[in-house]
């Protein structure tokens, strides 16, 4: 009896080591800093720019570069050079008393990407709407990782800290209520 259970531990063991790597792979960047491109060229736009230990989510491989999934939920690129693909997991520490300015700015970086989107493409034609929402998407991406340095937040932890503040901020007005 004791033997099975050592057995059925082992086993367990062994496919949860194995098959974590399967669930979440991450890119950190591994130079001092890393352009972000829209395309994957180096012809292509700069969005912004990553620093050293800076950790994305993975998104594969195009024409020889790393994809990474940015906060418009687009991908964007980064040399392979400059990037090492990583499976272990990361944690989102953070305190819950930033959330406050960390959902603020935010809301800023969307509302000054709308405006400067809108201020160089104006929604007068169906041409100028799909650049413009091109654009937006670009200048939130950009802005968005400002604030994360801002915060020192790992970009790859966007959307756990966009959750929590959400979910702490009904908490509290919750116990407000009460």
């Known amino acids: 009896m004791k033997k099975s259970y050592i057995i059925f531990f082992l086993l367990t063991l062994f496919i949860i080591i194995f098959t974590l790597p399967a669930f979440a792979q991450f890119v950190r960047v591994t130079s001092e800093f890393a352009n972000i491109m829209l395309m994957p060229n180096t012809e292509s736009i700069i969005i912004s720019k990553a620093f050293e230990n800076d950790i994305f989510e993975y998104g594969g491989e195009e024409n020889g570069w790393i994809k990474i999934n940015m906060f418009s939920g687009d991908y964007r690129y980064i040399h392979p050079n400059l990037v090492k693909v990583i499976n272990y997991g990361i944690s989102a520490p953070f305190s819950d008393d930033i959330c406050q300015s960390l959902m603020k700015r935010l809301e800023e970086a969307e509302d000054r990407s709308l405006v400067e989107s809108d201020n160089k493409y104006p ?56």
Do not use: T, W
Request: charged share 25%.
């Open 123 to 178: 929604l007068s034609n169906s041409e100028n709407m799909e650049k413009n929402n091109e654009y937006q998407r670009m200048l939130l991406d950009r802005y968005i990782l400002e604030i994360f340095h801002e915060f020192n937040l790992q970009p790859a932890i966007y959307q756990i800290a966009v959750s929590r503040c959400i979910e702490g901020s009904k908490v509290r007005l919750g116990k407000d209520q009460q």
